[in-house]
């Protein structure tokens, strides 16, 4: 039987059958290895060590680790604090506020994933006690989680890096960073319209000075960091691996 048909047909089988396709792909490829008996199965083994080999896509896990740090500890809700603390008096306050500290915290995470299941999931249970329709907060919050993978840090990137030896991980990483700004920017009109529209009110008042510098203190280490992994890239300081860790 021909191997490249009996890849496909089986890969297909597998699909159909409901495994998750990484590992369809890889039983596809066993199989195939099998019964075509073309090639030693050995093959199959040294393939798939030489393709987890990767110094650089270590940096992917690391990542994602730091942003389940992030959204386990106190973190994610001093980077809430923060944002609100600027726009959640205005109208629709809480709508800027998630649109704000999504976009901070992108700088972690490089995730849309982990911006939604994260911050966004508070921000949704937030705007929704405070009278904003589930539906509209959850579309903001879908929508601002696509800054994730576009502003620095952005695993999305490092994959697409590794794919081609002409790019850079630190010019991809300098090139996300207006476009990811500008889609906040938009989201942000499109809160100030809705906000108008249905009425959505901001708590009303501003903190005292004091609170501002208190909270802009403790969320400080958070705000530097893109700035950190960004600055010392550029500077050939570490590599992205080395900064994900």
Same mark, same amino acid.
């Given at each position: 039987?021909?191997?490249?048909?009996?890849?496909?047909?089986?890969?297909?089988?597998?699909?159909?059958?409901?495994?998750?396709?990484?590992?369809?792909?890889?039983?596809?490829?066993?199989t195939t290895l099998v019964l075509a008996?073309?090639?030693?199965?050995?093959?199959?083994?040294?393939?798939?060590?030489?393709?987890?080999?990767?110094?650089?896509?270590?940096?992917?896990?690391?990542?994602?680790?730091?942003?389940?740090?992030?959204?386990?500890?106190?973190?994610?809700?001093?980077?809430?604090?923060?944002?609100?603390?600027?726009?959640?008096?205005?109208?629709?306050?809480?709508?800027?506020?998630?649109?704000?500290?999504?976009?901070?915290?992108?700088?972690?995470?490089?995730?849309?994933?982990?911006?939604?299941?994260?911050?966004?999931?508070?921000?949704?249970?937030?705007?929704?006690?405070?009278?904003?329709?589930?539906?509209?907060?959850? /579309? #903001?919050?879908?929508? %601002?989680?696509? *800054? =994730?993978?576009?502003?620095?840090?952005? $695993?999305?990137?490092? +994959?697409? /890096? #590794?794919?081609?030896? %002409?790019?850079? *991980? =630190?010019?991809?990483?300098?090139?996300? $960073?207006?476009?990811? +700004?500008?889609?906040?920017?938009?989201?942000?009109?499109?809160?100030?319209?809705?906000?108008?529209?249905?009425?959505?009110?901001?708590?009303?008042?501003?903190?005292?000075?004091?609170?501002?510098?208190?909270?802009?203190?403790?969320?400080?280490?958070?705000?530097?960091?893109?700035?950190?992994?960004?600055?010392?890239?550029?500077?050939?300081?570490?590599?992205?691996?080395e900064a994900s860790v």
């Amino acid at each position: 039987m021909d191997p490249s048909f009996l890849l496909i047909a089986s890969a297909c089988g597998y699909l159909a059958i409901g495994v998750p396709v990484a590992f369809a792909l890889g039983l596809a490829t066993a199989t195939t290895l099998v019964l075509a008996e073309n090639y030693p199965l050995m093959v199959l083994l040294k393939e798939t060590f030489t393709g987890i080999d990767s110094f650089p896509l270590m940096a992917v896990p690391f990542f994602i680790l730091a942003a389940e740090l992030m959204s386990g500890g106190s973190l994610t809700e001093v980077l809430l604090r923060f944002a609100g603390q600027f726009v959640g008096h205005k109208r629709g306050g809480l709508g800027y506020t998630n649109v704000v500290s999504l976009t901070f915290f992108s700088g972690i995470s490089g995730s849309a994933l982990a911006d939604a299941a994260g911050p966004g999931a508070m921000m949704i249970r937030m705007m929704d006690k405070a009278g904003y329709d589930r539906a509209y907060a959850a /579309a #903001l919050t879908a929508s %601002t989680a696509i *800054v =994730g993978p576009i502003i620095p840090p952005s $695993i999305i990137m490092i +994959i697409y /890096a #590794l794919q081609d030896e %002409t790019v850079s *991980v =630190g010019q991809l990483f300098v090139a996300g $960073i207006v476009p990811g +700004i500008l889609i906040a920017v938009a989201m942000c009109v499109v809160n100030f319209h809705v906000s108008k529209k249905r009425n959505y009110k901001g708590d009303g008042r501003l903190p005292p000075l004091r609170e501002v510098l208190l909270t802009t203190w403790k969320a400080l280490p958070a705000i530097l960091l893109p700035v950190v992994i960004l600055g010392g890239m550029r500077a050939g300081w570490f590599t992205p691996t080395e900064a994900s860790v």
